[in-house]
């Protein structure tokens, strides 16, 4: 099951992903609980999170970017439970979002610790983009932004 995430997620959230595995050297290990409560609990963002026999075993947050612009992060799976769909339905959860809400695109960063991820990624639509990110995290290389267009479906 597939739900928006809510303040009490938050704990399980950070676990799955911390266990997600990511390199060491990536910002993605440094996440707090402050941090997400702060990225994922502000106006416009949010998140969903993947429940399997009533635990919390995928995650994803959103953020929007200008008004065209939602950003896609934090999407992480257990490892136990990958190969199961639940990424792929966490990355199309936040895309209808978009698409309700308006934006004309999803928008996500890859970190260069980990782009092995981005045929994943690219297998869903999205493309390399030449462009910023705005929430890289400094002192960071700088990640690969793939983009993806959404069809408007205002509900």
Known sequence: ?????????????????MAAGTDPRSSWNRTTLEGLKASLLAPGSGGFVAVSRGEVCGCVGFRPDG??????????TLPEMRGQGIGAALVRAVEQGASERGFGRVLLAVSQFNLEVVPYYERRGYVQADEIYAFASPGSPVPVVLVKAMEANHA
């Open 1 to 17: 099951m597939i739900r928006p995430v809510t303040p009490a997620d938050l704990p399980a959230f950070h676990a799955v992903m």
């Open 67 to 76: 008004g065209q612009t939602l950003t896609l992060s934090r999407l992480a």
